[in-house]
């Protein structure tokens, strides 16, 4: 359960990146590799906690956690933007925040209707 829960919240943060800036270039080795770091992430986290007998406790969360920040951070500052724009981490700090046009370019780019279950639902956390 546990590697689930880590494979599918590791997922929903390269998902997000993808919606809330939906600029990234399509540079075709960094979108099929990425995926499979992240699964290989997931695995040895998975491994590491059965060769430390994390069973349960807090310490299984912060490793879980750690294992989280570290690929926040990592798409953060890797995601390739097109038109020289630089990653949506350093756009952040730039003052630059995702509105609602933008996930909604970002959901069409993925394939997802903006204006479907899925897609209004996503829509509204984004500000207008």
């Keep these: 359960m546990a590697l689930i829960r880590t494979a599918l919240l590791a997922a929903l943060i390269y998902g997000a990146y993808l919606v809330a800036f939906p600029d990234w270039g399509r540079n075709t080795l960094y979108q099929g590799t990425v995926p499979f770091f992240i699964a290989g992430g997931v695995v040895g986290v998975a491994l590491l906690k059965k060769m430390l007998d994390i069973g349960e406790g807090g310490l299984k969360f912060v490793l879980e956690g750690a294992f989280l920040v570290a690929v926040a951070l990592f798409l953060g ?52």
């Excluded at 933007?81 to 630059?96: F, S, Y």
């Design 77 to 128: 500052y890797t995601l390739p933007q097109k038109n020289g724009k630089p990653p949506p981490l350093t756009q952040w700090a730039q003052g630059v925040r995702p509105h609602r046009d933008d996930a909604r370019r970002g959901l069409e780019r993925l394939h997802v209707d903006p204006n479907g279950a899925v897609g209004l639902i996503v829509l509204h956390v984004f500000p207008n």
